[in-house]
């Protein structure tokens, strides 16, 4: 079996090493920050049990760790890690599957399950499938947590908090062969080194120190800025409202509501990043003005939530493929990325996680097979290639719409290409096709399902969506609508730039409970 040697202890870096464990292997993860997020692992207790008095005499909940860390601690190598996170059925699918224990332990930590088709007052009859259109409503840090307690049980097993890699050895040749890693406290051998350290762990430099030539990497800027804010349904209130649907997309902005474990909530609101009324939205009055002029953001802030946190700002976000390989192949045999070091995703199709969950289980189901030679990096790039890139391209085309469909509408528009113009078959005219898809989806089941079995990776979205009776159901959906426009929700923009100018105080200046630009 294969001594595995993991850099980066984030979502894709512990799985990896806890998966390639459970296999057989042994596995080291190096992780730069001090110790893990969350102490609730730690106690072992559940989320609601009373673990305590702090200072004001007030009770510790097992839920008050987790908050702690998440609202408290600064974690400058893990901005997105305060941002809102839900898993996909996919991301699911791999824990129920191959780490139930991790699953098991969100769940108690508080973590909310949402079928798609309970959208739906009466859920359609069952088709095989279905079970994975289940949404993972939680904190990430919730995920953290479970895998740090797992792999802190974890026979062969370990983590090195405050262990960051700052070098890699390699045995040369024109594809170097890595070997191993060094970190402040020394150097450690292993079979394979899995890069799991993140769209900013910046082992491009090492590999490059060690002698190897570059990957091609694909880059697609987004343009969208998202602006964030937690909250707490108020006492007594267990749920938010079941309507409206949670994410709409207006010309210029939208905004979306994440609710999460423990009765927390985050609002988003969302726009391109040239709109010159976004810095405003820093502001919590004009943050909450502008959220509530959409449906969701209306309905939940109505419930009277409590604030938890300022306005958290993210913006500058890109589509990154960061493969170690170029036109050639490979270019370094020994060591592979998973995660966001591989596939970055902005977040807006919210596959993160689990296309980093996908990439850990290929690692430690394969990693027996000579995982130091060039026909391991090859098997793996093509893996990736089949399996992550086409979810990849999804993505960056699904961004290239929306913010195109953004700038424009806020006038920021120069410079922003729409391919093809905006005829039928153009760009703007498959987001049109796909907003009525999504309208419809929210009548009609049989299209519902289509939507949440690409939404859920469960199916591409050219299957899904060309099932001829989906298209049936859209085209008719469309011709009893001959005026429909898309994106017609929220307000106009002279309303919106009444809401944002109406800032009462200068947007406020970058600090860790406020801000996680990335
Ligand atoms: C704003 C935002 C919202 C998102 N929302 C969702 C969502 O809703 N659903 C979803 O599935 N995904 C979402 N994601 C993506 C998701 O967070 C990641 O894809 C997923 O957690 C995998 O991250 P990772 O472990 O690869 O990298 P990271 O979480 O970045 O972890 C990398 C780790 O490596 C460490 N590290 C870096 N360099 C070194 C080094 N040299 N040595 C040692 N350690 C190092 C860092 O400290 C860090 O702990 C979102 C991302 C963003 C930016």
Redo the contacts with the bound molecule.
Sequence with gaps: MAHVLV???????LATALLAARRGHTAEV????TRAPGAAPDRGLPAGDVLGRDLLGRDVLGRDLLDRDFFGWH?P?????A??????GA?RAVLRAELPDVYAEMLRLGARERHELDWFDVRPPARPGDEDLVLVQAR?IVLESALTTALRAQPGAVVRYG????GLTATGGRQPRITGVSTPGGGYGGDLVVD????????ASLLATAGCRPGTVERHRTGLA?FCRWYRLPDGVDEGPRRPWTVTGGAFAGCAV?PSDNRVFAVTVFAHTGDPTRGALRDPAVFEAAARAFPPGAAWLGLGAEPLSGVLA?AG?DNRWSPLADARGPVVSGMVP????LT??N?TL???????LWAADRVARTAHRDPGSPGFAAGYHGWALRTLKPWFDFQAGADAAVGARLAAGAGAGAGVVVPGGGGAGSLAGRAREAAALFECALEDPEVMRARARVRHLAEPPGRAYADPAVRARVAIWLARRPDWAPNAVGPDRARWEELTAAAAVPPQPASPRTSAR?
């Design positions: 850099i980066g202890g984030g979502v894709a870096g190096f992780e730069r920050d974690r190598g893990v901005p997105q890690a941002q809102p996170h839900l898993l996909l991301a990430r262990e960051p890699v700052t799991a350290a993140g769209r900013r762990g910046g082992c998202y994440f993210t976000l998973v995660g966001d070091a970055h995703t977040p919210g596959q993160g996680t689990s296309l980093a990335s």
